[in-house]
């Protein structure tokens, strides 16, 4: 499956690090809106570029096309691709209205195409393990879920010292105007909606808390959220508490509550994160949480990953498993509908700033089924 990609920036190296993983995934070519960039990656890793995104999008060679552009150029570039005939594997938001996002699914329909959106941790080692045991009943009975995505004061980190491989600085305007749960909500709710099923509504709160974050630049608009808190309530009756923020100290746990003890994993980040079971103790008339720990070993073991820093995810696995998808004819596991049912839910997170009310979700997707070796 030949693959091309839009937007060669901070995000492009960690795809690029991953390929390997996919000797199916053949990149034909790159292009970004700034020549020099789209060059400066082109010869970093020995990969064609394109002259522009209309260059790109006429190559009948091209089956897939990656966005990896900024947030706000999501929609556009996705639909132009569709147009052009091309599947769409974009990174996270979809688009940045439930507006926008739901046309790109209707084009898709319309065209015969896959469109699916980042992240796809959801397919890492680590949830696999996690569903799996849900399917298991290893804690019984699961009622509460509580998720966390909060990654420090990010305006207070060496941010500016941020480089890709590539030499590409981490683009921290965008990353402050979109706002962390736009850009990292997604993380966990792709897990919780693949082992929940579809939401039902949901009741949040975010707010901007660090006005002024940065002092080079203006930020538009000046108020996205740094925090946001939301309870999602899924139509199988399970409730989960998300948070997330860049104000809190650095949390990715997660804590999936049944009758019968706690699943717990300890950052998602991780694909091959280490599950764990707590179990429920009775002694007489008592009911105490085992305190020790017992590990529910992986379904894989995870691939080394190259990159540096605290995250060890496959990027590239979503793109993977939609090329799978179209040549074995059949729905992605990241299909457009689930792409589309996570993106409502982090942008109704977001917008709670604004709208302050429960919101009830307009789309909903046709049950998942687990990767051939997590099954």
């Known amino acids: 499956m030949k693959i091309a990609i839009v937007g060669c920036g901070f995000v492009a190296d960690y795809y690029l ?6 000797p199916q995934l053949e990149l034909v070519g790159v292009t970004d809106k700034l020549p020099d960039r789209a060059q400066k ?10 002259d522009s995104l209309d260059a790109l999008l006429a190559d009948s060679q091209v089956d897939i096309v990656l966005n990896l552009t900024n947030p706000r150029s999501h929609f556009e570039v996705s639909k132009a691709a569709l147009e052009a005939g091309k599947h769409v594997y974009s990174e996270k938001p979809l688009a940045m209205a ?33 569903w799996k045991a849900l399917r298991e009943n290893i804690v019984g009975k699961v009622y509460l879920v509580y998720a966390e995505m909060d990654d420090g004061l990010v305006h207070k980190m060496p941010y500016q010292q941020w480089i890709s491989t590539s030499g590409v600085s981490w683009p921290y305007q965008d990353e402050f105007e979109v706002g ?34 940065v002092s080079d630049v203006v930020l538009e608009p000046a108020d996205t959220p740094d925090f946001s808190v ?3 309530q899924f139509q199988s009756g399970v409730v989960a508490r998300l948070t997330c923020s860049i104000v809190a100290t650095h949390d990715h ?9 706690v699943l717990s994993v300890h950052d998602c980040w991780n694909y ?15 009911v105490l949480m085992n305190p020790i720990k017992q590990k529910v070993p992986l379904v894989r073991q995870p691939p080394k990953f190259k990159t540096r820093g605290a995250q060890k995810m496959d ?27 996570n993106n409502e839910l982090a942008i109704a997170i977001q917008n709670s700033l604004s709208t302050g009310a429960p919101y009830q979700l307009t789309t909903t997707f046709e049950p998942l089924v687990p990767t051939e070796w997590a099954k």
């Open 230 to 232: 939301a309870c999602i």
């Open 253 to 261: 746990q997660l804590r999936i509550f049944g009758e019968d003890g």
């Open 98 to 130: 439930i507006e926008d996002a739901k046309a790109l699914v209707a084009l898709a329909t319309e065209q015969g195409l896959h469109i699916s959106s980042a992240p796809c941790s959801a397919l890492s080692e680590t949830a696999q393990t996690v």
């Open 17 to 22: 690090s991953t390929l390997s993983f996919h």
């Open 272 to 286: 091959g994160d280490p599950v764990q079971v707590q179990r429920m103790l009775r002694i007489r008339r008592k």
């Open 180 to 213: 962390c749960t736009l850009e990292h909500a997604g993380y966990y709710v792709n897990w919780l909606t693949m082992f929940f099923g579809p939401a039902q509504s949901v009741t949040a709160f975010s707010a901007c808390l660090v006005k002024d974050k």
């Open 315 to 341: 990027f590239c696995r979503g793109v993977a498993e939609m090329a799978e998808a179209i040549a074995e004819n059949r729905p992605s596991r990241m299909a457009a509908d689930v792409s589309l049912h």
């Open 41 to 50: 990656f082109s010869q970093f890793h020995s990969v064609p570029a394109y």
